[in-house]
């Protein structure tokens, strides 16, 4: 993020990370903040939204990277690795070229969770009649 903002020629003090989705972006005063504020141009393609911060409690989440383990081979599938994330949080990456993939015994994938503690339950994927525990 700071190279993408020093690229546009936004003038900030620092950036800090604040958890889940969340970024704290200081500015050197009010009239460089409002003209960041007032950029959608520029900020559009990297944020949702922006807001300016006036002590509102913002929600506890994190972005938590799950390795799932024991997938059978003819159920990998993009859908069904999103399908397993979608237990644990909103999912936010989930590998698209599976084929070009070397290891299939283990795939990454991000999810947005609103849990502090370490994700490592079991989940079981039914398949015809048979339970695979991922």
């Known amino acids: 993020m700071d190279k993408l ?7 900030y003090v620092r950036i800090q990370y604040l958890g889940g989705l969340f ?4 500015f050197f005063d009010v009239v460089a903040a409002d003209k ?5 141009e ?7 939204k ?3 911060w006036n002590g509102q409690t913002l929600p506890m989440e ?14 990998l599938d993009h859908a069904v690795l999103g399908q ?18 070397s290891d299939l015994s283990v795939f990454k994938i991000g999810v947005l969770a609103g849990e502090v503690q370490r ?9 015809r009649d048979r339970n695979f525990r991922i």
């Open 5 to 11: 903002l020093r690229i546009a020629k936004v003038e």
């Open 23 to 26: 970024l704290f972006i200081s």
């Open 36 to 40: 960041f504020l007032g950029a959608r």
């Open 42 to 48: 520029v900020w559009g393609p990297w944020f949702s």
């Open 50 to 52: 922006l807001e300016v």
């Open 62 to 75: 994190r972005v938590a990277w799950l390795s799932l383990h024991g997938i059978p081979a003819n159920l």
């Open 84 to 101: 397993i994330g979608d237990l644990f949080g909103k999912v936010l990456f989930v590998p698209t070229d599976l084929d070009a993939d």
């Open 119 to 127: 994700i490592s339950e079991v989940v079981s994927l039914k398949w």
